[in-house]
């Protein structure tokens, strides 16, 4: 079965940073590209960053260029750095792969960005 579970998720306060984690078991996703996925309420949902498998290749979108660093340390294991985090970043976070047209899904984590 497989399974992707993030964490790191929490309530920060405006400029603060928070580190999400994403471990990947049940497949190896070691040749997929891997993203980052965020819904706030009442929006659609948006990725907001991804990685090829390598690593070497990286997408963001505009609204968390710069403050925002995605990461693959081992072939399952995807993190997303997310620095002077704004209200506007608050949502539901979801790890996702095969980028761009996922068919695994995190069960989501939560991030607060307090004003």
């Known amino acids: 079965q497989v399974q992707l579970v993030e964490s790191g998720g929490g309530l920060v306060q405006a400029g603060g940073s928070l580190r999400l984690s994403c471990a990947a078991s049940g497949r190896t996703f070691s040749s997929s590209t891997m993203g980052w996925f965020r819904q706030a309420p009442g929006k659609e949902r948006e990725c907001v960053a991804a990685?090829?498998?390598?690593?070497?290749?990286t997408y963001y979108a505009n609204s968390v260029k710069g403050r925002f660093t995605i990461s693959r340390d081992t072939m399952n294991t995807v993190y997303l750095q997310m620095n002077s985090l704004k209200p506007e970043d608050t949502a539901v976070y979801y790890c996702?792969?095969?980028?761009?047209?996922?068919?695994?899904w995190g069960q989501g984590t939560q991030v607060t960005v307090s004003s």
């Open positions: 990685i090829s498998w390598r690593g070497i290749n």
């Open positions: 996702a792969a095969p980028y761009p047209s996922p068919h695994y």
